[in-house]
């Protein structure tokens, strides 16, 4: 799933109302965890919230105000108590 180029012209950072720019998600291929011997037919499950073909972008970042918003279940969360510091912008 890819947030649309609509939607992230729309958004905007809830403190400073600043543009929000994706940034990559963290990892590029989903991480699977194998099943217990016996069970199943021996191919591995991803943990809650891998992906496969994900092309959500994990956070949406606020270069204005250096504040990086996650984005769950393909959805931004654009909460100021759910935000982190971005360590990627300069402020």
Sequence with gaps: MRLPDWLLS?????????????????????????????????????????????TTPAELCCAACSLAYPIRDGVPVLLPEESRPHPGSGN
């Excluded at 109302?17 to 991803?46: F, N, S, Y």
Aim: hydrophobic letters at 15%; aromatic letters at 0%.
């Design 10 to 54: 729309t958004l905007a950072c809830p403190r400073c109302k600043g543009p929000l720019t994706p940034t990559p998600p963290t990892t590029t291929r989903p991480t699977t965890l194998p099943l217990p011997q016996g069970e199943g037919r021996g191919e591995g499950i991803g943990p809650p919230g891998s992906n496969s073909g994900s």
